[in-house]
């Protein structure tokens, strides 16, 4: 490296390289004593076609058909706008922020009043989501309660495609839906070739801890897979209730139940991308929830993006989401330690940075603009200290000598918008904080997300909204 243009990224590591491999190890032989449970007969059909043991509904993996998987997956993977434009590359211990995914509720700004989620809601949020300039990607963040429930997970991809250009992670119920908001996909990035160079669009399936699949998930993967959608097999162990109480153990579950899927993604289509990860938290046994605001979770999930990035596969993070029912201290504090915890590891696709509150069942738009500007403020610090000749300022140092000052110099004109400035977070005198108002951070961050809210994207050309009006009319 050249010694003008040294730069170090901060990092950080929540377990070292002999506990990694003796979580491998483990993993290994959790999928080969153990297995998974799964009933559907054409993934029991591939699974032991390529030298798996199925003994009626359970699953052993032989520990080289494990390793064999991960050697065949793509150890990146990038991902594009609708629009072509390639804005997220998942490979090594990048991070990439995006929000969370299908809450039932949603907190309006205005009011505070706490509704359902409906699809008006699904455009508004996803338009913020487009807008948050800290944000690199989009999920379908809330349900549709306003439309039949056979539709309403199309419903929801359809509106966050046209009112968000960012990549799109989303889950549906079965293939059916996966087919019809695929060809959304399609259509809108400009056809199959195009996507097949760099996807605007990721499926998010789970298994069920512990180490079960039921057949509507095993149908979708095997569909990602043979049709080059990316996947996330994703699950959610919770330590102490569906996980054992013990971190290492929940790491292992939760490494083991990922990777079963990705040797059927491998088997189905070699070489077709997946990206692995788990939501590995706590059971709180205070109050019995799935804690998406124990530091916990912060902790596992880090280990398992160590895992990732020892296996050279893309990784499904999450950060930035809170127990708090409001955006409150709780909300903040909870946002801000997970999304550095993240950042400082590397744990690729981050998501659940914006909008998950009240253990994933709401969604506020205040608490998305906050995250924004907490991962905005994250960004800056991976920045990093850059050493160079430039930022040395030796010369510069010596110029202005004892006593003087840096106001006046060209070098900080070159230099002061590096650093982070806040619309939301405010540094003024209390002199000068009383004669702008005297506005606390609520009142801020209300005026602030309202503000944001006026975004919208570049609206769609007029014939592909028909195409889409005419693709939903279809949908049963």
Request: hydrophobic share 40%.
């Amino acid at each position: 490296m050249n010694s003008d243009d040294l730069h170090f990224k901060p990092k950080l590591r929540v377990i070292n390289d002999e506990q990694i491999e003796r979580i491998h190890m483990a993993t290994l032989e959790v999928l080969e004593r153990t297995g998974v449970k799964m009933t559907h007969p054409r993934g029991l059909e591939l699974l032991h076609g390529a030298g798996a043991r199925v003994d009626g509904e359970r699953v052993r993996f032989p520990a080289w058909m494990v390793e064999e998987a991960i050697r065949k997956a793509p150890p990146r993977l990038v991902l594009a706008k609708r629009t072509g434009e390639r804005t997220v590359f998942l490979e090594a211990d990048k991070s990439f922020f995006g929000p969370s995914l299908d809450c039932i509720d949603y907190l309006d700004p205005e009011t505070h009043a706490r509704v359902r989620f409906t699809s008006e809601h699904v455009k508004a949020t996803a338009a913020l989501c487009d807008g948050l300039p800290a944000f690199d990607w989009c999920m379908t963040i809330g349900m549709a309660d306003d439309v039949p429930a056979d539709i309403a997970d199309r419903v929801v991809a359809r509106n966050t495609l046209q009112y968000c250009e960012k990549p799109l992670v989303f889950c549906c119920k079965d293939t059916n839906s996966i087919k019809d908001i695929f060809e959304m996909a399609l259509l809108l990035c400009g056809g199959r070739e195009n996507f097949t160079r760099a996807p605007c669009l990721v499926h998010y399936s789970e298994p069920i801890s512990p180490l079960e699949y039921y057949d509507p998930a095993v149908d979708k993967i095997i569909f990602c897979a043979e049709n080059n959608l990316p996947v996330i097999n994703f699950p959610a162990p919770q330590a102490g209730g569906s996980s054992p109480a013990t971190f290492a153990g929940t790491i292992v579950q939760a490494s083991a139940e990922s990777l079963s899927g990705l040797v059927l993604v491998q088997i189905a289509n070699p070489g077709a991308a997946f990206i692995y990860g788990a939501f590995a938290t706590i059971m709180d046994m205070q109050t019995s929830v799935f804690s998406y605001g124990a530091h916990e979770m912060s902790l596992m999930t880090g280990a398992l993006a160590q895992m990732a990035q020892h296996y050279r596969l893309p990784f499904f993070g999450t950060a930035g989401a809170t127990d708090a029912k409001f955006c409150d201290a709780q909300a903040g504090a909870e946002a801000a330690s997970q999304c550095l915890v993240a950042a400082t590891i590397g744990s690729g696709l981050v998501h659940d940075c914006s909008s998950w509150m009240d253990h994933g069942n709401l969604v506020s738009p205040e608490f998305m603009v906050l995250a924004d500007d907490v991962v905005d403020t994250v960004k800056h610090f991976m920045r990093g200290i850059p050493i160079t000749k430039e930022t040395l300022a030796l010369d510069l140092i010596d110029h202005v000598g004892p006593g003087g000052h840096y106001l006046t110099q060209k070098h900080t004109l070159n230099h002061f918008r590096a650093m982070k400035y806040s619309k939301l977070f405010e540094r003024m005198r209390l002199s000068q904080w009383e004669s702008a108002g005297a506005r606390r951070f609520e009142q801020r961050l209300q005026a602030l997300t309202i503000e944001k809210m006026k975004y919208r994207p570049q609206p769609l050309p007029e014939d592909v909204v028909k195409e889409l009006d005419r693709m939903q009319a279809l949908w049963k």
